[in-house]
């Protein structure tokens, strides 16, 4: 009879990673869009998709999780690099307005506030496969335009492997009282990483908070503009948020210090 056994180290792991205390979470893909979020390679120019949270006091934050789609024929080890980036809101850490976007209100900022890099060994991920069959009843990759051409109506229908990439920050991410934009990217061997909506208005098992804002999106021609995923790009009166969650487990590490 063979038998498995648990080192110290990884029931620790697995007791801290049951005990993370969650911060926020939008809740669970709904398949309404699946937005481009992959960092700039000669694969593809970079294009950057967010979405808003609110911290109520100054907040540890050591991990987060994302949910995409990857094409059906790259497996989960096509993962080949993470980054998450943290945005304030406009006008913060930004230029004026150049008028080439509908509009920047309410947008993240020019510039990040605060990121992690896995290719500088500054976040780890683990991607798994949540979905082999994944559906998205609209897209958005390369109509992400200027005014006045930013209405596209999205580009269709889009299906893959439904994944989640789980990323822990070294050192964490330590943010003030504020609004902020989460932004996650990723770099496939092949193909582009399609972050997936969550409902909007949030409803449990996320955590609804009063002042949420759309999804915006950008590419590496647009930069430092966003549009509105929803409003600017889409159309009409639907609106999106993106499927991801923060988590602090700072505390309940701390105690094996």
Sequence with gaps: MSRSFLTLSMLLAMICTAHAELIFSTGNPDGLIAAASRIGSGAGAEIEAADDFVLLAQTTITSATFNGLIPSAVPVSGVNEVTVEIYRVFPLDSAPADGHVPTRTNSPS??????????????SAI??????????????????????????????????TEIRISA??????????????????????SGTFMWLSAPRPIVAP???FTGDLQAWIRNANLDPDWLRIGTDIVGGATTYSLAFSLSDDTIFRNGFD
């Design 110 to 123: 020019d510039v990040a506030f605060d990121s992690r890099d896995s290719a500088a060994n500054k976040l």
């Design 127 to 160: 991607a798994v496969v949540v979905n082999a069959n994944f559906n998205g009843a609209n897209s958005v990759l390369n109509g992400i335009n200027p005014s006045p051409n930013y209405f596209t109506g999205g580009e269709g229908p889009i299906s893959g």
């Design 168 to 189: 822990t920050f070294n050192p964490p991410i330590v943010l003030p009282p504020g609004h902020y934009f989460f932004v996650p990217q990723v770099l496939l061997s």
């Design 206 to 208: 996320g955590t609804p």
